[in-house]
């Protein structure tokens, strides 16, 4: 049980190109606890859906994916609803006959190794790899197109997430705005790096997408600004909503675009001082406070 409802335990950062004062870290312990149900939410088109932190974290790769492999949002939606469906967004390493995996992809059909078939990024790659070479899957509604990838036994299962599947793809892929994901998070159990975040970004987004840097420091944290390469206001709401969906994994504590801020344990609020930096600001804790 987390608990919290003191100051910032020194994990902040301050100048006036990250907005005053972002904090992004742990609460003092008091006596005050606080839980925490550690899953996600996301928004569009007047419905919000719920999923566990593990769900959104696959679907935040699968959607990035999707713009790796230069395809567009309709087919981030074909890629969410296929693993919901298939996995329940979830890297399975069981299935029906020799099916593992976020698509149930099976090495004996030629999707690649056991190994490979339960890598994420193979995974999503390869299925976005085959709905390319569909003819006319842009026009195709959402079963359609994940049936003739999948060739399931159930043709009409994929059409039941295809709502949900578009409202995670949107946010993912920036055509809603940073804040449309929102995590309800417990304190970071296990630290990361700026390196892992950044190479996470790569592996999800391709090495061209995105620049990481550090822009400030300190023994518990540190804070990356991330710029688009196309400079588009849309990558960075892309990016935004992705480091919130990321976060359990990643360790982000913070991300702030603009004047919206995500913190772990808080949530979604306005920034009181915006700062002037040109992308987003993101988070991650490297070191754990001692006991």
């Avoid at 099916?99 to 992809?105: D, E, I, T, V």
């Avoid at 840097?213 to 540190?222: C, L, P």
């Avoid at 004047?259 to 949530?267: F, I, K, S």
Wanted: proline share 3%; net charge negative.
């Amino acid at each position: 049980m987390a608990r919290s409802g003191g100051f910032w335990a020194g994990v902040v950062f301050t100048g006036a190109a990250l907005g005053g004062v972002v904090a992004t870290g742990y609460f003092v312990a008091n006596d005050h606890p606080v839980t925490h149900n550690n899953m996600c939410t996301v928004s569009a088109n007047g419905e919000t859906y719920v999923r566990t932190s593990e769900q959104t974290n696959n679907a935040a790769l699968i959607a990035a994916v999707g713009a790796r492999r230069g395809l567009n949002t309709f087919a981030s939606t074909i890629g969410i609803a296929t693993a919901m469906q298939e996995s329940g967004l979830r890297n399975l390493d069981y299935g029906d006959r020799d099916s593992l995996g976020l698509f149930q992809q099976r090495p004996s059909q030629g999707w690649g190794t056991e190994e490979e078939v339960r890598d994420p990024h193979h995974a999503a790659l390869v299925f976005y790899w085959r709905l390319k070479k569909l003819d006319g899957w842009q026009d195709m509604r959402v079963t359609d197109a994940a049936q003739a990838v999948q060739r399931s036994g159930f043709p009409e299962a994929y059409e039941k997430h295809a709502e949900e599947a578009a409202a995670w793809a949107a946010a993912f892929r920036g055509d809603e705005p940073f804040a449309a994901v929102n995590c309800d998070l417990d304190a970071v159990t296990s630290p990361s790096t700026a390196k892992a975040f950044a190479e996470r970004v790569d592996a999800d987004w391709g090495k061209n997408a995105y620049t990481v840097t550090v822009v400030g420091r300190n023994d518990r944290a540190v804070l990356l600004g991330i710029t688009a390469t196309s400079g588009a206001q849309q990558d960075l709401d892309a990016i935004a909503n992705w480091s919130v969906g990321v976060a359990p994994q990643q360790a982000v504590v913070s991300v702030v675009l603009d004047d919206e801020q995500w913190l772990r344990e808080q949530g979604i609020s306005a920034v009181s001082t915006p700062g002037t930096f040109k992308g987003v600001l993101v988070g991650v804790v490297v070191s754990l406070p001692s006991e």
